[in-house]
Structures are given as structure tokens and as C-alpha cells.
């Protein structure tokens, strides 16, 4: 009924994240936001449109520019479940760049490298190798033993 209210973009928003459109969710959002602008506005209903508009960045897999966003609507209010929101995706990155770092054919370089400087005799060098190693196939058992 009232298409200046913030709320009602939010409203639209949500509806399309649940349709998983998310590129419409955050156009509603943005058009929710710029109604804002040079206006008295609500700071709660505000930071409330940033987060479902985080939340569709995120759900489309823009990570950092969904942690900009809650960022930014964390400013304009200091509300719990957007801090949760956030921290929930800062975890959920940095599992998703460890998974990415993850590569078995890496860490047997570096087992291999690890493996000739401790011949060499520098035993600081190999366990540096041999950590990097690790970080790249954790489950590489080997590794570990070398290491020890």
C-alpha cells in the first residue's frame, strides 16, 4: 500500500530470495535502500533490508560482497541475528577457501621438497615443507610421520 516504505521492498525481497531469483531479491533490496536516501528513516527497518539483501548475495555466492553489506547494515543497527548472519558466512568462507587450498598432488611436492632438505641436514626448512604439506592433504598420514 505505501511504496515508500522500506519494509515493503524488504517484503518483495524475500519473495524472490524463496523463488531463488536472487538477482530481482537484490534489485528490490537496492530500490528499498534508495528510498532511503534523503529521507528520516527507520535505522532498524534500514539495516533490516541490507541484511535480506546480504542474505541474497550471499545465497548467489558473492561472499565478500555480502560481508560488506552486513557490515554496512550492522552500522546502521547493531542487531544480534545480523551479527550471527555475518559471522555464520565468515566461517562459511573461510571453510570453503580451506577446502579450495586442499590439493593431495601439492602436498606431495612439498613432502618431496620437506624430504631433501632434511637430507640436506635443515631441519627448520623440511618442517616448514612438510606444514605446507599438511595444510594441502591433511589426511596424508606420511606427512606426519616425516614431519615427526
Known amino acids: ?9 524488504s517484503n518483495i525481497g524475500a519473495c524472490y530470495i524463496e523463488m531463488k531469483q536472487f538477482d530481482a531479491a537484490i534489485e528490490f533490496c537496492d530500490k528499498g535502500i534508495a528510498s532511503t536516501k534523503g529521507k528520516n528513516y527507520d535505522f532498524v527497518k ?5 541484511a535480506r539483501k546480504a542474505s541474497a548475495l550471499e545465497k548467489k555466492g558473492q561472499m565478500e560482497d555480502a560481508l560488506e553489506v552486513y557490515r554496512k547494515a550492522l552500522l546502521e543497527n547493531n542487531d544480534p ?4 548472519s555475518m559471522k555464520n558466512l565468515e566461517k562459511a568462507k573461510k571453510d570453503a577457501e580451506a577446502k579450495a587450498y586442499i590439493n593431495p598432488e ?11 632438505l632434511f637430507k640436506a ?6 618442517i616448514k615443507e612438510y ?4 595444510r594441502r592433504d591433511p589426511k596424508n598420514v606420511a606427512i606426519y610421520c616425516n614431519r615427526a
Do not use: S
Open 1 to 9: 500500500m505505501n511504496p515508500d516504505e522500506v519494509i515493503y521492498y
Open 46 to 50: 534500514l539495516a533490516k533490508v541490507m
Open 81 to 84: 541475528t545480523i551479527k550471527q
Open 106 to 116: 601439492i602436498a606431495e611436492a612439498h613432502k618431496a621438497k620437506g624430504g631433501e
Open 121 to 126: 641436514g635443515d631441519f627448520p626448512g623440511a
Open 131 to 134: 606444514e605446507e604439506g599438511l
